[in-house]
């Protein structure tokens, strides 16, 4: 359990900072970042299921110039962990489960936002003293503040990682048992109201008909492979 919950920290810490920080080569997207942690975890098909979810869920929320979405990358990558450790200590398999640790953590995932907000303000105040640094002719100190500005988001990163888990650790034992026979029964429509929901978000923003045209194309793919796996 603790190697699994190390091995989540560092994906966590390295798709955090994929986000907005550094490289953006995109393996912060839910599709990439949950597969990636199960397939380290031993259980890609568990990642694949969840990352499919998570992204079409939040598809239209990207944290692109000033927009701060809820950190969609930290519940992908908490709840594959959540969904495989606790899979294994409460001897559960199946989808049911997996949804239970997603719908616990989607609501946690809002810590992200306030998170990484904070991080963005606090790097907005270094930047006077990276001016300040860069006028004395000093670059040393001008390279340390961008080191803490990194640190700023890393740390926000792996703490909406631990927060999510944590009270994923503690809520879901307490939920499974009362929950497990409802969720057998309401799974397949909790399955099909994550992405309408990310459909009806998307479908509200565009405007032009053939990026529509393309995005229901691109969505019914994904919604098929959903089901595939």
Same mark, same amino acid.
Request: aromatic letters at 6%; hydrophobic letters at 55%; glycine letters at 8%.
């Given at each position: 359990m603790a190697s699994s919950l190390a091995f989540g920290a560092l994906i966590s810490l390295i798709c955090g900072l994929? &986000?907005?920080?550094? =490289?953006?080569i995109m393996i912060s997207r839910p599709i990439v970042a949950a597969p990636?942690?199960?397939f380290v975890l031993g259980e890609?098909?568990?990642g694949l299921q969840i990352g499919v979810m998570v992204e079409l869920l939040w598809l239209a929320r990207l944290p692109v110039g000033a927009a701060v979405p809820p950190d969609d990358t930290q519940v992908a990558i908490a709840s594959t962990v959540l969904g495989i450790? =606790?899979? &294994?200590? =409460?001897n559960a398999s199946g989808i049911e489960l997996l949804l239970l640790c997603l719908l616990i953590a989607i609501p946690l995932g809002k810590v992200g936002q306030y998170l990484d907000h904070y991080a963005r303000q606090y790097n907005i105040r270094l930047i006077k003293q990276v001016?300040?640094?860069l006028d004395r002719g000093s670059l040393l100190v001008a390279e340390l503040q961008h080191m803490r500005g990194l640190t700023s988001f890393s740390l926000a990163a792996i703490g909406t990682y631990a927060i999510i888990l944590l009270g994923g650790l503690l809520i879901v034992p307490l939920l499974w048992p009362l929950l497990q026979q409802p969720m057998s029964y309401s799974s397949a429509w909790v399955q099909l109201a994550l992405p309408l929901v990310g459909i009806a978000v998307i479908l509200g923003t565009?405007?032009?008909s053939r990026a529509i045209t393309l995005f229901c194309a691109s969505f019914c793919m994904s919604f098929l492979l959903?089901? =595939?796996v």
């Amino acid at each position: 359990m603790a190697s699994s919950l190390a091995f989540g920290a560092l994906i966590s810490l390295i798709c955090g900072l994929d &986000r907005v920080a550094i =490289l953006q080569i995109m393996i912060s997207r839910p599709i990439v970042a949950a597969p990636l942690t199960a397939f380290v975890l031993g259980e890609p098909l568990i990642g694949l299921q969840i990352g499919v979810m998570v992204e079409l869920l939040w598809l239209a929320r990207l944290p692109v110039g000033a927009a701060v979405p809820p950190d969609d990358t930290q519940v992908a990558i908490a709840s594959t962990v959540l969904g495989i450790i =606790l899979g &294994r200590t =409460l001897n559960a398999s199946g989808i049911e489960l997996l949804l239970l640790c997603l719908l616990i953590a989607i609501p946690l995932g809002k810590v992200g936002q306030y998170l990484d907000h904070y991080a963005r303000q606090y790097n907005i105040r270094l930047i006077k003293q990276v001016d300040s640094a860069l006028d004395r002719g000093s670059l040393l100190v001008a390279e340390l503040q961008h080191m803490r500005g990194l640190t700023s988001f890393s740390l926000a990163a792996i703490g909406t990682y631990a927060i999510i888990l944590l009270g994923g650790l503690l809520i879901v034992p307490l939920l499974w048992p009362l929950l497990q026979q409802p969720m057998s029964y309401s799974s397949a429509w909790v399955q099909l109201a994550l992405p309408l929901v990310g459909i009806a978000v998307i479908l509200g923003t565009i405007n032009v008909s053939r990026a529509i045209t393309l995005f229901c194309a691109s969505f019914c793919m994904s919604f098929l492979l959903m089901w =595939l796996v």
